[in-house]
């Protein structure tokens, strides 16, 4: 089994390998974690929302495909994808592509949703988490981000500000969100020590900036303290992840050989 892992940066191709199986491969696509609420001297900041999954199989021939996975998103930023298939980055990828949505970005205490509400082919992946919603009463934590969807299963909602502000697990349960002012773990179902669904990060604890949920992919930022100035976290990047089977030639017959 081949990895290909192709991850944020400008749009660019992509050209299979001398030993592609149009009929033994994988393409599977996480979206973007989005920025954590900005908080304020009477609320905290709401959290982001984690990326969605999805995926596709045996499906695209040998040759050239385009393909987009958008840089961390800006906060306030709308909503963005990842395709493979195309470099447009545009809704929807072509008939012969894969593509899902990042979460929303939170906004003061209003939190975001989870991507993949913006998903092909239709319904074969899973959505990622919604973020904590803030609030003007109670604790003073942020809320917590919601982690990235996977291929074992939907992204954990973030955790009110009043219920703690822990972010939401990743991939099905397989990643933890992150404890206040911390990072969410990394879920890793294709091995790789460092690409996999990011849980979100947990909310501020202090005034000022919660930590940038820097871990690969999908996990998203945390909301901030109850504070004049308190500023929400980013969330991490998508994903484009290839798997195939290196095609292997049947070995000649007997007349082959002969002739």
């Known amino acids: ?21 149009p009929s033994v491969h994988t393409i599977e696509v ?3 974690g989005s920025w954590g609420g900005d908080g304020t001297a009477t609320q905290t900041g709401a959290g982001g929302a984690g990326g969605g999954y999805a995926w596709r199989t045996n499906f695209a021939p040998a040759g050239t495909y385009g393909y987009v996975v958008p840089t961390v998103m800006s906060q306030g930023a709308a909503q963005n994808h990842t395709i493979f298939g195309s470099q447009a980055g545009t809704w929807p990828p072509p008939t012969n592509g894969v593509g899902v949505s990042s979460g929303t970005s939170a906004s003061a205490m209003t939190p975001g949703s989870g991507g993949g509400n913006n998903m092909y082919p239709a319904g074969q992946g899973f959505l990622g988490g919604n973020g904590g919603a803030g609030s003007t009463t109670g604790a003073a934590t942020g809320s917590g981000g919601g982690g990235c969807a996977g291929p074992r299963g939907a992204g954990g909602a973030g955790a009110a500000s009043a219920s703690g502000g822990v972010g ?7 990643a933890a969100g992150g404890a206040l002012a911390a990072q969410g773990g990394i879920s890793r ?3 790789a020590p460092n690409r996999g669904p990011a849980g979100g990060s947990g909310g501020s604890s202090t005034a000022g900036a919660s930590p940038a949920n820097a871990a690969i992919n999908g996990g998203s930022g945390g909301g901030s303290y109850r504070a004049a100035g308190s500023k929400g976290s980013s969330g991490s990047a998508g994903l484009l992840i290839i ?11 007997a007349t082959q050989l002969i002739v």
């Open 1 to 21: 089994m081949t990895y290909v892992f192709l991850i944020a940066g400008v749009p660019a191709n992509w050209t299979t390998p001398s030993d592609w199986d």
């Open 30 to 32: 996480l979206g973007g």
């Open 168 to 174: 939401g697990t990743a991939d099905g349960g397989n």
């Open 189 to 191: 179902p294709w091995g």
């Open 243 to 253: 798997t195939y089977t290196p095609y292997v030639a049947p070995p000649l017959t």
